[in-house]
Nanobody, 125 residues
Framework: VQLQASGGGLVQPGDSLRLSCAAS???????MAWFRQAPGKEREFVAA????????YYADAVKGRFTISRDSAKQTLYLQMNSLKVEDTAVYYC????????????????????WGQGTQVTVSS
């Protein structure tokens, strides 16, 4: 399945954005996630949702501010980002794993085989 991320932009601290990740095919049996990579830093886990369920998982840095969700009918993954901070500035990537990943790999980029191209989110005053 191919992934296409969109929705990034330039916002001020405290603002909200919603990212979307459109899949080219059926993703019901895919675990899906968002990662981000800031300049000069490694890619880091943001949030994930398990296959076949609505169970969600978040990095501590975004817990309570970001919400991951999926629309199975539209084959689309979302990331609602509220109360954005300057440190949320990064390129955001969506990822998917057919049949997985297992719990221990949920927050690891190596747990996902399908990646979108990334969308830039810049939070600046």
């Amino acid at each position: 399945v191919q992934l296409q991320a969109s929705g990034g932009g330039l916002v001020q601290p405290g603002d909200s954005l919603r990212l979307s990740c459109a899949a080219s095919g059926y993703t019901g049996n895919y675990g899906m996630a968002w990662f981000r990579q800031a300049p000069g830093k490694e890619r880091e886990f943001v949030a994930a949702v398990r296959r076949w369920s609505s169970n969600t998982y978040y990095a501590d840095a975004v817990k309570g501010r970001f919400t991951i969700s999926r629309d199975s009918a539209k084959q689309t993954l979302y990331l609602q980002m509220n109360s954005l901070k300057v440190e949320d500035t990064a390129v955001y990537y969506c990822a998917a794993s057919s049949g997985g990943p297992i719990m221990s790999m949920m927050s690891r980029s190596s747990g996902y085989s399908n990646w979108g191209q990334g969308t830039q989110v810049t939070v600046s005053s």
